[in-house]
Structure formats: structure tokens, C-alpha cells
């Protein structure tokens, strides 16, 4: 089957702290896995995406780590601001011929000031 | 702005009825892609066309059908429409059909079926 768990659903830090989240995919045949910051009434944008082929990726703050093995993958923000409040989805794609996009429930990330 | 522009903003309409909701991709992008965002279900994929034709499928209703057209716009046609309907519907578009291709998501039709 095709699946994405993504955890916490919900995550509050403190401004300057660092904020994970975690998605688990269940199909060994994806290679795709994009990360999409979407704040509220907005249209989802990409943060940062990550092919099976590296390990992690790293823009400024925000970072990728994927583990094939365990078909895991997390998002890192580091030195969390209030501007960074938003939901974040992960996705995983299906390696196949097409762009389907599998995304995980969502994470709401609340940054205090 | 990504550039891929999607109308109209908002529809408001009543059970049973039909509706239309465009979009367009990107300069450039060949494929496009739709998906319905309601608060339980979170983004969910509907169906992705590829230079005017049919690429893959998701979980689509039968009630709901989709084209590309020459110029590239796509439509998504919603018929019959049910309470449950009411979500918002997102378009995206990349370059290619490809699995890893970075989709571009425009700013969403917001359905309401009173």
C-alpha cells in the first residue's frame, strides 16, 4: 500500500529552539520526499525536498535527513522564529512513471516569541 | 509567487450542483496536478495530467473528472455535489511527469456546497 505517518501532529516550541518532525513512508520503491511549509489560507510551498540518493540536505536553517533502510525521513529547523509557524507536510512520491505525491496529516508548528 | 494561478478564489454553491474550477500551470510546466485539502483528510491526490493527457489517477470520485487542454490549462469538473465535497482544491504543475520533479502548488479554490 502506499502510506505516510507524519509526527507530532501538533508541536509548540520556544523561539530559538529547534523544531523536528518525522515521517515514515511505506513504499521501499519511493525516491522522492519534499517537505511544503503552508501557512494558514495559504497554498502549500516547498521548503526543501530530498532524492534517495543523499543522505541529507541542509538550506540555512532547514535541514533533510532521510534513512532508506528504516523509509524514514525528518525535517530540522534550527533557531525557530514566529514566522516559521505554519503547517509543514512531508510527501513521498510512488517510483513510477507519474508525479503522485503521497503526503503525510500534517504537522502544526507553533514558534513562542 | 509561483505562478501557477488557479480561479475562481472562492465558489459557493448547493447541493447537486455542477462546477468548474481552472487553473494554470506554470510557464513552461507540461503537467499538472489536482488535489483536495479538506480538514480530515488532509491533502489528498485526484490526478495528474501530462501534455494533454491522462497520467495517473488517485482517489477521485466518479462524480469528478479533470482535462488539459491545448494550451495546457487544466479543469476539474465536479458534479453532483455533496456536502463532503467542500474542501480546498489545489493545482500544481512541474516541467515533467517525472516522480522527482518539484511541484509548484497554486493558491487553491476554496469550494463551498451548502
Known amino acids: 500500500g502506499e502510506n505516510v505517518e507524519q509526527h507530532p501532529s501538533t508541536l509548540s516550541v520556544q523561539e530559538g529552539d529547534s523544531a523536528v518532525i518525522k515521517c515514515t513512508y511505506s513504499?521501499?520503491?519511493?525516491?522522492?520526499f519534499p517537505w511544503y511549509k503552508q501557512e494558514l489560507g495559504k497554498r502549500p510551498q516547498l521548503i526543501i525536498d530530498i532524492r534517495s540518493n543523499v543522505g541529507e540536505k541542509k538550506d540555512q536553517r532547514i535541514a533533510v535527513t532521510l534513512n532508506k533502510t528504516a523509509k524514514h525521513f525528518s525535517l530540522h529547523i534550527t533557531e525557530t522564529q514566529p514566522e516559521d509557524s505554519a503547517v509543514y507536510f512531508c510527501?513521498?512520491?510512488?517510483?513510477?512513471?507519474?508525479?503522485?505525491?503521497?503526503f503525510g496529516q500534517g504537522t502544526t508548528l507553533q514558534v513562542k516569541p | 509567487d509561483s505562478g501557477v494561478t488557479q480561479t475562481p478564489k472562492h465558489l459557493i454553491t448547493a447541493t447537486g450542483q455542477r462546477v468548474t474550477l481552472r487553473c494554470s500551470p506554470r510557464?513552461?510546466?507540461?503537467?499538472v496536478y489536482w488535489y483536495q485539502q479538506s480538514l480530515d483528510q488532509g491533502l489528498q491526490f485526484l490526478i495528474q495530467y501530462y501534455n494533454g493527457e491522462e497520467r495517473a489517477k488517485g482517489n477521485i470520485l466518479e462524480r469528478f473528472s479533470a482535462q488539459q487542454f491545448p494550451d495546457l490549462h487544466s479543469e476539474l469538473n465536479l458534479s453532483s455535489l455533496e456536502l463532503g465535497d467542500s474542501a480546498l482544491y489545489f493545482c500544481?504543475?512541474?516541467?515533467?511527469?517525472?516522480?522527482?520533479?518539484?511541484?509548484?502548488f497554486g493558491p487553491g479554490t476554496r469550494l463551498t456546497v451548502l
Open positions: 510527501a513521498a512520491n510512488r517510483n513510477s512513471n507519474t508525479g503522485k505525491l503521497i
Open positions: 513504499d521501499s520503491a519511493s525516491n522522492y
Open positions: 510557464s513552461g510546466d507540461l503537467s
Open positions: 500544481a504543475s512541474s516541467a515533467h511527469p517525472s516522480p522527482t520533479d518539484t511541484q509548484y
